[in-house]
């Protein structure tokens, strides 16, 4: 599922935040997204009925499930009591219904991607933090205008106020997405990601972890040896530096040109 035109998203829960180490080394802050194994309910093709390509993936378990979800369910062969379902849209529908994608299988460190979710909610704001007012003169008198948001006319005409004025209201809990962020940490045994930067949402809350690429510049690091059955780790260390024995047996070290020549025969060679 890792290939060019596969899945590249996955669903997660937004956990803590902690600090660790980016690909340049740097001590940064970080969000613990865990990422358990995506269950796949639905498969959509875009030679089908469907018109596109799609899968939809199940995180998480609940006490009580509507009898219309559970039936969903069981038509793919999950007999577990799923708590999220999200589509997630795919360029192949070469996916099996009631398979289990790891986090192992989609993401790596060094990996960029986008984390999609509900912002928190902020509850009703004025018009300075919610949309960045400056506010009203802090002299001549202007003693109670500091925070308001001042006229919301436009003149007589058209004599009256446009649609989507910006005013005081309800902030947060909307539809957030962060772009850019690294992968700084993946683990495969406890099912998580490590990643840098804050992401939407409150602790607790499903997100969306699309990969858009690799960091610029990141060098992966080697992989790490094999252990053999004895438990040492194999390596390729001193091979080559063995002698090979030469013809002849062990004791002809020395090859005819090598052999020392003695005064009477140079004499003899002289005088022929």
Excluded: C
């Excluded at 290939?3 to 613990?32: C, F, H, P, Q, S």
């Excluded at 509507?66 to 069981?74: R, S, Y």
């Excluded at 992968?183 to 099912?191: E, I, Q, Y």
């Amino acid at each position: 599922m890792t290939e060019e035109g596969m899945i590249n998203t996955l669903l997660g829960v937004k956990k803590n935040m902690t600090a660790a180490y980016d690909a340049r080394g740097r001590w940064v802050g970080a969000t613990v997204v865990e990422v358990t194994p995506n269950l796949v309910v639905q498969v959509k093709s875009g030679q089908g009925k469907d018109g596109y390509n799609a899968v939809q993936l199940g995180l998480g378990s609940k006490k009580s499930v509507k009898k219309p979800q559970i039936g969903h369910l069981k038509k793919a062969g999950v007999e577990e009591k799923v708590r999220w379902l999200k589509e997630v849209r795919t360029d192949t529908a070469e996916a099996k219904a009631g398979s289990a994608i790891s986090v192992g299988e989609v993401f790596a460190v060094g990996d960029l991607v986008k984390v999609s979710g509900i912002s928190k909610g902020r509850g009703f704001q004025g018009g300075v933090r919610r949309h960045g007012f400056h506010g009203g003169p802090k002299t001549h008198g202007q003693s109670d205008r500091h925070r308001a948001p001042g006229s919301i006319g436009s003149g007589t005409t058209p004599g009256r106020v446009f649609k989507g004025k910006k005013m005081a209201g309800h902030m947060g809990s909307v539809a957030a997405s962060t772009r850019g962020l690294e992968v700084v940490a993946v683990d495969k045994k406890n099912g998580s990601l490590t990643i840098k930067g804050a992401v939407p949402g409150v602790a607790g809350n499903l997100v969306e972890v699309t990969k858009l690429g690799l960091v610029r510049g990141y060098t992966p690091p080697p992989e790490e040896k094999e252990e053999d059955e004895e438990g040492e780790v194999k390596s390729d260390l001193g091979k080559g530096n063995e002698e090979e024995p030469k013809e002849g047996g062990e004791n002809n070290t020395e090859s005819d040109d090598q052999k020392p020549v003695s005064v009477a025969e140079e004499v003899k060679e002289e005088d022929a």
